[in-house]
Antibody, heavy 121, light 107 residues
Framework: DVQLLESGGDLIQPGGSLRLSCAASGFSFSSSAMNWVRQSPGKGLQWVSAISGSGATTYYADSVDGRFTISRDNAKRTLFLQMTSLTAEDTAVYYC??????????????WGQGTLVTVAS | DIQMTQSPSSLSAAVGDSVTITCRASQDISHYLAWFQQKPGKAPKSLIFGASNLEGGVPSRFSGSGSGTVFSLTISRLQPEDFATYYCQHYSREPPSFGQGTKVDIK
């Protein structure tokens, strides 16, 4: 069965940094583009970032571009999201989600359970 | 960026009813439209992609239609497990975006 298990969420002060991880199993990880999508009460579901199966191509929402970095370790079947200069606006549950193919389309056929990031002093 | 607008924001229905949720895109997105179901405290579950294609394992009482800017999700013969919040999402171009959600609860 496909499994995506996020970790790394925490309470962090404004201006701080955090790295999220997503451990994948049950599918060909290196053949699947991956996404991070976040959900907050005020803004609903918001796409954050994506990466191709090889890791060669990355994509970012304007709101996080220059502050967040997506990466992956295909040998370890793990997706990462390095977040810096965090603000209260980044408070959300962060989901990792998989696509069917290697190249990014924006459609995810399976989502992890999410990890909560709270930015507050 | 493309804006996605769902209607209604919420609806009440009984087990056995049929309900339809509408999603409108601010620009033509062809058929690049997906529907997700989310229950409280859980991850979104993919139901439909390409406007009308059911994901594996999704019951046939779920159906999607539309193209261009207007889309709909119909749930026929509501079952107790169908009470949830439903979201549409376009993936026609970067950035993909979601509707605000439609909560379906029990009448």
């Amino acid at each position: 069965d496909v499994q995506l298990l996020e970790s790394g969420g925490d309470l962090i002060q404004p201006g701080g940094s955090l790295r999220l991880s997503c451990a994948a199993s049950g599918f060909s990880f290196s053949s699947s583009a991956m996404n991070w999508v976040r959900q907050s009460p005020g803004k609903g579901l918001q796409w954050v970032s994506a990466i191709s199966g090889s890791g060669a191509t990355t994509y970012y929402a304007d709101s996080v571009d220059g502050r967040f970095t997506i990466s992956r370790d295909n040998a370890k079947r793990t997706l990462f999201l390095q977040m810096t200069s965090l603000t209260a606006e980044d408070t959300a549950v962060y989901y990792c989600a998989k696509e069917r193919g290697e190249f990014w389309t924006g459609y995810n056929d399976f989502w992890g359970q999410g990890t909560l990031v709270t930015v507050a002093s | 960026d493309i804006q996605m607008t769902q209607s209604p924001s919420s609806l009440s229905a009984a087990v056995g009813d049929s309900v339809t949720i509408t999603c409108r895109a601010s620009q033509d997105i062809s058929h690049y439209l997906a529907w997700f179901q989310q229950k409280p405290g859980k991850a979104p579950k993919s139901l439909i992609f390409g406007a009308s294609n059911l994901e594996g394992g999704v019951p046939s009482r779920f159906s999607g239609s539309g193209s261009g800017t207007v889309f709909s999700l119909t749930i026929s013969r509501l079952q107790p497990e169908d009470f949830a919040t439903y979201y549409c999402q376009h993936y026609s171009r970067e950035p993909p975006s979601f509707g605000q959600g439609t909560k379906v609860d029990i009448k």
